[in-house]
């Protein structure tokens, strides 16, 4: 079935830093990739997503490309600031797939950033 | 922008008790979702609702748990008769189709938690 793996956090970051979360997928089908986010006490919120090989998602000064050939969609911004301290969720869908029109996610990895 | 309301925010019930919880999703949308996010762990697929009918639903998803939409308007998750591994926080998300160009919305959440 579909997967999707995140790496470990927790990551903290002083201000001004990159950041980078990977996140690598198996699906069967053509997926949608999407990363959410999910701030302290709040639901999730959909920060960017890619429905096809190549696309670039961005928003809020971060970005996430579809690599179909190594399956991955890793996150990046390239100056976090104390306000993106959250967790991040890597996200597919895939209709084609066994996996119907759900949403299956990654770990989570929750991000710190110290002024 | 549209939003999807949850109700309540957070329950306490003991455990062998039913609760309901309650979601009002976007008034355009069609497909409807539950998840759930047990502390620390990853957010899980649940179930998924269409056209008044489960169209797909997890292995979590057993005989204690059922999907509604009584009313038209709200999508209520029940829970029979809760144990204490269903604390977690349970999200609804909706779509208006499932095809790659409409993404999920979703709710706040309800923070449950059997004792």
């Known amino acids: 079935g579909d997967s999707v793996t995140q790496m470990e956090g927790p990551v903290t970051l002083s201000e001004e830093a990159f950041l980078t979360i990977n996140c690598t997928y198996t699906?069967?089908?053509?997926?949608?990739l999407f990363w959410y986010v999910q701030y302290p006490g709040e639901g999730l919120q959909l920060l960017l997503k890619?429905?096809?090989?190549?696309d670039k998602g961005s928003n809020k000064g971060f970005e996430a490309t579809y690599r179909k050939e190594t399956t991955s969609f890793h996150l990046e911004k390239g100056s976090v600031q104390v306000s993106d301290s959250a967790v991040y969720f890597c996200?597919?869908?895939?209709?084609?797939?066994?996996?119907?029109?759900?949403?299956?996610f990654g770990e989570g990895t929750q991000l710190t950033v110290n002024p | 922008e549209p939003e999807v309301t949850q109700t309540p925010s957070h329950q306490v019930t003991q455990m062998g008790q039913e609760v309901i919880l309650r979601c009002v999703p976007i008034?355009?949308?069609?497909?409807f979702y539950w998840y759930r996010q047990i502390l620390g762990q990853k957010v899980e697929f649940l179930v998924s609702?269409?056209?008044?009918?489960?169209?797909?639903k997890s292995e979590i998803f057993d005989d204690q748990f059922s999907v509604e939409r009584p009313d038209g308007s709200n999508f209520t998750l029940k829970i029979r008769s809760t144990k204490l591994e269903d604390s977690a926080m349970y999200f609804c998300a909706t779509r208006r189709f499932t095809t790659k160009n409409y993404g999920y919305t979703f709710g706040s959440g309800t923070r449950l938690t059997v004792v």
């Open positions: 008034s355009n949308h069609l497909y």
């Open positions: 996200a597919l869908s895939d209709p084609g797939g066994t996996s119907g029109s759900r949403l299956t």
């Open positions: 699906a069967t089908g053509y997926p949608s």
């Open positions: 609702f269409y056209n008044n009918e489960i169209s797909e």
């Open positions: 890619a429905t096809k090989a190549d």
